[in-house]
């Protein structure tokens, strides 16, 4: 089985600060996504990676950056935590391009204070 | 842009009544269709998914059915579950360049006893 996981459910941070969130995939999948989740909004997409070290930009980037050193690792940092980035966010992965599932982590609770 | 269009919720069932959730999209060519599932608490899970016009997809007594004249991917189940009860997201696999998923906003489904 795919296993998508992610470094904490639940974070709490002031604003201001720099956050890390961690994702970690065991299935040697080349794509990576990281989504945020708000409720009538659905999920939207941050950023993407299709291979270590490249990023590409998905719908709502700002305020965002990521990193991908390694193959099964992916992290999504918020440079300067918002209140408005108060949000669930979910990592997926995913096989290079072609129809291929996405499968998801059991996400992470941001609260920004 | 590609974009798919979920029926609003919640929706409230009793066991065992039928269920059907609607979902259309816009696209270009013939997009990969998905429903995605998130039980409370939970990232998502893919629940089923076709790849091509006609093509019906299943899982857990849920079907799907691609509908390219109607742009269509209604899910439905003949005798929903307590268990059933969690968020249903409908999505579709961008094509050319980078293959990106677009969800829905979600439908929330709440099945009583």
């Known amino acids: 089985d795919v296993k998508v996981t992610q470094s904490s459910r639940y974070l709490v941070k002031r604003t201001g600060e720099k956050v890390f969130l961690e994702c970690v995939q065991d299935?040697?999948?080349?794509?990576m996504f990281w989504y945020r989740q708000d409720p009538g909004l659905g999920l939207r997409l941050i950023y993407f990676?299709?291979?270590?070290?490249?990023?590409e930009k998905g719908d709502i980037p700002e305020g965002y950056s990521v990193s991908r050193e390694k193959k099964e690792r992916f992290s999504l940092i918020l440079e300067s935590a918002s209140t408005n980035q108060t949000s669930m966010y979910l990592c997926?992965?995913?096989?290079?391009?072609?129809?291929?599932?996405?499968?998801f982590g059991p996400g992470t609770r941001l609260l920004v204070l | 842009g590609d974009s798919v269009t979920q029926m609003e919720g919640p929706v409230t069932l009793s066991e065992e009544a039928f269920l059907t959730i609607n979902c259309t999209y816009t696209?270009?060519?013939?997009?990969?269709l998905f429903w995605y599932v998130q039980y409370p608490g939970e990232g998502l899970q893919l629940l089923l998914k076709?790849?091509?016009?006609?093509d019906k997809g299943s899982n857990k007594g849920f079907e799907a059915t691609y509908r390219k004249e109607t742009t269509s991917f209604h899910l439905e189940k003949g005798s929903v579950q307590v268990s059933d009860s969690a968020v249903y997201f409908c999505?579709?696999?961008?094509?050319?360049?980078?293959?990106?998923?677009?969800f829905g906003k979600g439908t929330k489904l709440t099945v009583n006893p």
């Open positions: 997926a992965s995913s096989l290079i391009a072609g129809g291929e599932t996405q499968y």
């Open positions: 299935m040697d999948h080349e794509n």
């Open positions: 990676s299709y291979d270590v070290k490249m990023k």
């Open positions: 696209a270009t060519g013939y997009p990969s």
């Open positions: 076709a790849t091509k016009a006609d």
């Open positions: 999505a579709l696999l961008t094509q050319g360049g980078s293959e990106k998923l677009v």
